[in-house]
């Protein structure tokens, strides 16, 4: 099961906005933030893949966003459609990324953006 981020969570896995104004990455390893709703469609497709990723990639963390729930998160990232992936390697800036993308789309994004291998 994929662990679901709250805005205090979020402050100390992933980024603390309260503190930095400059992107700071919190994390021990790089990871991808899905932001979805429960009603979204394409979301439900997206759901599993991100299930099999994050058993298949040891170096990587999968976390997911309710956007419902955490509109402040939603807006800070200016989420409009979902879902959307945020890819947070562990040195650079983050990327994100729209729609229900095929697995293989994200192996790729994972390699190319987050450099981790399976």
């Known amino acids: 099961m994929l662990e679901h981020l ?4 979020f402050k100390e896995k992933i980024f603390n906005f309260e503190v930095n104004k400059d992107w ?3 994390g021990d390893k790089p990871c ?7 009603w979204c469609q394409p979301c439900k497709i997206v759901a599993p893949i991100l ?7 040891e ?15 939603a807006a800070m990232f ?15 800036q983050p990327q994100m990324a729209l729609g229900a993308l095929p697995k293989e789309t994200l192996e ?3 390699k190319d953006v987050l450099k981790v291998e399976k």
Do not use: R, W
């Not at 709250?6 to 969570?9: A, D, I, Q, V």
């Not at 299930?51 to 990639?57: A, F, Q, S, V």
């Not at 170096?59 to 998160?73: A, G, H, K, P, S």
């Not at 989420?79 to 390697?89: A, D, G, H, R």
């Open 6 to 9: 709250t805005k205090e969570t």
């Open 24 to 26: 700071k990455f919190e």
């Open 32 to 38: 991808l933030i899905d932001f979805y709703a429960d």
């Open 51 to 57: 299930e099999e990723l994050h058993g298949e990639y």
């Open 59 to 73: 170096d990587l963390n999968v976390y997911q966003i309710n956007t419902e729930q955490e509109q402040e998160l």
């Open 78 to 92: 200016g989420i409009k459609s979902i879902p959307s992936l945020l890819f947070v390697p562990k040195d650079a």
């Open 108 to 110: 790729k994004a994972i």
